[in-house]
């Protein structure tokens, strides 16, 4: 267990509202990833990050940024939140050869 | 076509069956193989790990992958109704999938009991 933690846990928003969410993992660890997961797709890769401020887009970057100030807390932004970012969002981290997930975010957007 | 093809199930067997999951992918490049368990409304976590062909045995677990049919496949045996849960493959071309991972879509494995 690499101690992530996900916040919040479950977010309802409307479209266009800018949304952010929080990953905070206690092992000092340097890789740190965002997925979602959607019914029919599985999990896809957002962005990752590699260090403090270096950060690189996945598959479904588009509509998403990403920020990492600290080694311990991984931000995503939707700056403009719409239907289809509908989903449920995990964060992981990277031990050796794991890759160790948070509990996921439930984000609805209406 | 998807980079990786994973039959979304659900898949339902009986108590102490063998249970066989797979998946098949289209990117040569792929050198690293992970089988993930997912229960309901949680993060999945890491069952098996392996490295180009060949087999893994863990417990009542076995992974083996197959580069040159671009196949993988994990095996349950003595299957228990806390089996239950959805079984991700994963792959990447850099270990650890350090540069992210690359995931099927799932099957949903019920053990009857």
């Known amino acids: 267990d690499a101690g992530i933690t996900q916040s919040p846990r479950h977010k309802v928003t409307e479209t266009g509202t800018p949304v952010t969410l929080r990953c905070h993992q206690t092992e000092n660890h340097r890789y740190m990833y965002w997925y979602r997961q959607d019914p029919g797709h599985g999990l896809r890769l957002i962005h990752y990050s590699y260090g403090v401020k270096d950060t690189d887009k996945g598959e479904v970057s588009d509509g998403y940024s990403v920020s990492r100030s600290k080694t311990e807390d991984f931000l995503l932004t939707l700056e403009s939140a719409t239907s289809s970012q509908t989903s449920v969002y995990f964060c992981?981290?990277?031990?050796?050869?794991?890759?160790?997930f948070g509990p996921g975010t439930r984000l609805t957007v209406l | 076509q998807k980079e990786v093809e994973q039959d979304p199930g659900p898949l339902s067997v009986p108590e102490g069956a063998i249970v066989s999951l797979n998946c098949t992918y289209s990117n040569s490049a792929f050198q690293y193989f992970m089988w993930y368990r997912q229960y309901s409304r949680k993060g999945p976590e890491l069952l098996m790990y392996?490295?180009?062909?060949g087999n893994k045995e863990d417990g009542r677990f076995t992974a083996q992958v197959d580069k040159s049919s671009k196949y993988i496949s994990l095996f349950i045996r003595d299957s228990q109704p806390s089996d239950s849960a959805t079984y991700l493959c994963?792959?990447?071309?850099?270990?650890?999938?350090?540069?992210?991972?690359?995931f099927g879509k799932g099957t949903h494995l019920i053990i009857q009991p």
């Open positions: 392996t490295y180009s062909s």
């Open positions: 994963a792959m990447s071309a850099v270990g650890g999938g350090a540069d992210g991972l690359t």
């Open positions: 992981a981290s990277l031990a050796g050869n794991e890759q160790f």
